[in-house]
Nanobody
Framework: VQLQASGGGLVQAGGFLRLSCAPS????????MSWFRQAPGKEREFVAA????????YYSDSVKGRSTISKNNANNTAYLQMNSLTPEDTAVYYC????????????????????WGQGTQVTVSS
């Protein structure tokens, strides 16, 4: 499976973006989906995750309360809506997919992910 991530761009502080991720040729309902990000000179870090059945979500403290991860099985796409963006959100954002045994499980570690997307750049100007 390949993941196609999109939706990044340049936005002013306080603005919002919606990132999208679609697995090519596979049913997204079979996957728990996650978003990670990597800023220059820093390690890749977890941002948000959603379980295979969409019932469970989890967010990093840095985005909690201003971000929403979701899955739309009808159009086979996962989304990350990020609001109130700050320059600290500037990074390459990667979507990832995993197939945990339990439908309600989520995975937050880089090492747990089976497949990675190509990354989409998010730049927030002050």
């Amino acid at each position: 499976v390949q993941l196609q991530a999109s939706g990044g761009g340049l936005v002013q502080a306080g603005g919002f973006l919606r990132l999208s991720c679609a697995p090519s040729g596979r049913d997204i309902s079979a996957y728990a989906m996650s978003w990670f990000r990597q800023a220059p000179g820093k390690e890749r870090e977890f941002v948000a995750a959603i379980s295979r059945n969409g019932a469970s979500t989890y967010y990093s403290d840095s985005v909690k309360g201003r971000s929403t991860i979701s899955k739309n099985n009808a159009n086979n796409t996962a989304y990350l809506q990020m609001n109130s963006l700050t320059p600290e959100d500037t990074a390459v954002y990667y979507c990832a997919a995993d197939r945990p045994f339990l439908l309600s499980s989520i995975t937050t570690r880089v090492s747990d992910q089976d497949v990675w997307g190509q990354g989409t750049q998010v730049t927030v100007s002050s």
